[in-house]
């Protein structure tokens, strides 16, 4: 497999006018507007977009919407790690010569939408795991955190959850447009109320109405604009489940995958890691990448 490492660069990228309880905006609406703030953080137009990369809306709807009909267009969805994995599409298409510029949003009206859209009834999780109260993320994720608390001990793995609660809250305080920015103690978070054992109402994943946007371009487009670029060094993709009865293991995740390959291609360890940006649905979804990735045992 040919080595992308530094092929394209992240020019842009910004969210949504607001996010949090924005009860007056479509989903669309909200990529549209992260779509132009990141286009404006690029210095581009979006003339300029001749790639467009969702997930939740096909990029038919979505290209219509923004004015843009892109020569590459992507619409993968894997859930929460949907637009990470765009950037490495987004890659490989630019190195393929199959766009230049390219444009990754995503907008959901999660907590204000006016419209449910029910998943096919013929699904394996509708079919076998709907009838036993399978029947949502939070239920879903503390099926797993309950594995894991049997296999290492459940004081330790709560007081795990705890830290993680506790340290997400702080960096949620430095930043002006979250949702959360009251100060949690340990007290708080072990007596808010159980949402599915072993999850407290602070354990669980915070549904807002948001939007984001990337913009990722060729090398030589990056040099071309005022911004100085984020070079993309690794990526890479892997999934093994939709239903929680077929994870292969309740206590670890993809990242062992994606983790040892992303590294590789970027020709970095650990050790030379100074940030890392772990998705935060729900703190279990933490502790479990955080081992997986190799980071801790």
Not at 127 to 135: K, S, V
Request: glycine content about 8%; hydrophobic content about 40%.
């Amino acid at each position: 497999m040919a080595n992308l490492s530094g092929s394209v660069a992240i020019v842009g990228v910004a969210e949504s006018d607001e996010i949090g309880l924005v009860p007056g905006k479509s989903a669309l609406q909200l990529h549209a507007e992260a779509a132009h703030n990141a286009l404006a953080d690029a210095g581009l137009d979006k003339s300029d977009v001749d790639g467009l990369l969702t997930a939740g809306y096909s990029t038919y709807d979505l290209g219509e919407y923004l004015g843009i009909a892109p020569r590459y267009t992507d619409s993968t969805t894997v859930g929460g790690t949907s637009f990470v994995i765009h950037v490495g599409h987004a890659m490989a298409a630019i190195a393929a010569g199959f766009c230049e510029v390219a444009l990754i949003t995503h907008g959901q009206a999660g907590r204000s939408a006016r419209a449910r859209v029910d998943r096919d009834a013929n699904l394996p999780t509708q079919q076998y795991e709907f009838p036993y109260g399978m029947i949502g993320m939070p239920i879903n994720y503390s099926m797993a955190a309950t594995r894991y608390m049997h296999q290492y001990g459940e004081e330790r793995t709560r007081q795990a959850l705890a830290e993680i609660a506790v340290s997400t809250r702080k960096w949620a305080q430095l930043n002006p447009k979250a949702m959360m920015r009251d100060p949690m103690t340990f007290d708080e978070y072990h007596n808010s109320r159980w949402i599915a054992r072993p999850f407290h109402l602070l354990d669980c994943c915070l549904v807002t109405d948001a939007g984001a946007a990337v913009v990722v371009t060729s090398v030589e487009r990056a040099r071309s604009l005022a911004k100085k670029p984020v070079y993309v060094l690794g990526a890479a993709e892997h999934h093994d489940h939709s239903a929680i009865h077929q994870m292969p293991d309740l206590t670890r995740t993809p990242a062992t995958v994606t983790g040892p390959a992303a590294l590789k291609m970027a020709g970095v360890t650990h050790d030379d890691i100074d940030l890392t940006m772990i998705y935060d649905s729900f703190t279990y979804t933490v502790l479990v990448t955080l081992e997986s990735l190799g980071f801790c045992g």
